[in-house]
C-alpha cells in the first residue's frame, strides 16, 4: 500500500497550483480521501476531504479556492489550489482513511506561496 504525493512547488500569492495524490495497493473511490497541511512548528490541519460517496468537506480558510477531486481510472485524488496565499504555506499530506480502520498517510509534497 502506497500513496504518493506530487505537485508542490514555489509559486507568488495568487497564482495556482494542483496536487495529485496516486494510491497503490487499494481503491481510492472506497475510501474517504483527504488532504492536510502542516504549516511550520503547526499542527497538521484537514484542508479538504472527500468521502467515497462523493460529499466533500473543505475547511473554512481555503472554501472557494480549493477543490478536491477523484480520477478513479487513475486511482489519483486531486487538490486544486487557486488564489494561493502566503498562509497556505506548509507541507500537504493526502490521507486515506476506511471507516477509520484503516489509514494510509502519503509522504508531504512542500507548497511555498511567496507574498
Known amino acids: 500500500v502506497q500513496l504518493q504525493a506530487s505537485g508542490g512547488g514555489l509559486v507568488q500569492a495568487g497564482g495556482s497550483l494542483r496536487l495529485s495524490c496516486t494510491a497503490s495497493g487499494f481503491d481510492v473511490d472506497l475510501y474517504t480521501m483527504g488532504w492536510y497541511r502542516q504549516a511550520p512548528g503547526k499542527q497538521r490541519d484537514m484542508v479538504a476531504r472527500l468521502t467515497a460517496d462523493g460529499s466533500v468537506d473543505y475547511s473554512d480558510p481555503v472554501k472557494g479556492r480549493f477543490t478536491i477531486s477523484r480520477d478513479n481510472a487513475k486511482n489519483t485524488v486531486f487538490l486544486q489550489m487557486n488564489n494561493l496565499k502566503p498562509e497556505d504555506t506548509g507541507a500537504y499530506y493526502c490521507?486515506?482513511?476506511?471507516?477509520?480502520?484503516?489509514?494510509?498517510w502519503g509522504q508531504g509534497t512542500l507548497v511555498t506561496v511567496s507574498s
Open positions: 490521507k486515506a482513511d476506511w471507516y477509520s480502520v484503516r489509514e494510509y
